[in-house]
């Protein structure tokens, strides 16, 4: 059982850092195109990034573009979004996804993370 374990959300204010990691159990990370996804209130999920398994493709949504970075570690078996020049916006509930097609939601998620930017 593929299991997606999310940490390092938190709140910080607009303009600084944070990096979220997703830690794969029960499969290797190396096997999965891997995906961040993020959900505000009283929105739809929305894609973030994505890192193809064999690292050679990424994209993101062009609201991040030029501020966040998507990358994995297959030794640790996680994958990590790093996050800069924060704004409010980008407050969501931030979730880890895996799968087998590029840009297509995969069929393993996280339980989330929350990332609060306050102005």
């Known amino acids: 059982q593929v299991q997606l374990v999310e940490s390092g959300g938190g709140l910080v204010q607009a303009g600084e850092s944070l990096r979220l990691s997703c830690t794969v159990s029960g499969g290797f990370v190396s096997s999965y195109h891997m995906a961040w996804y993020r959900q505000a209130p009283g929105k739809e999920r929305e894609f973030v990034a994505i890192?193809?398994?064999?690292?050679?493709?990424?994209s993101y949504v062009d609201s991040v573009k030029g501020r966040f970075l998507i990358s994995r570690d297959n030794a640790k078996n996680t994958v990590y979004l790093q996050m800069n020049s924060l704004k409010p916006e980008d407050a969501a509930v931030y979730y880890c996804?895996?799968?087998?097609?590029?840009?297509?939601?995969?069929?393993?998620w996280g339980q989330g993370t929350q990332v609060t930017v306050s102005s």
């Open positions: 890192i193809t398994s064999s690292g050679q493709r990424i």
């Open positions: 996804n895996a799968g087998y097609k590029f840009l297509t939601e995969g069929d393993y």
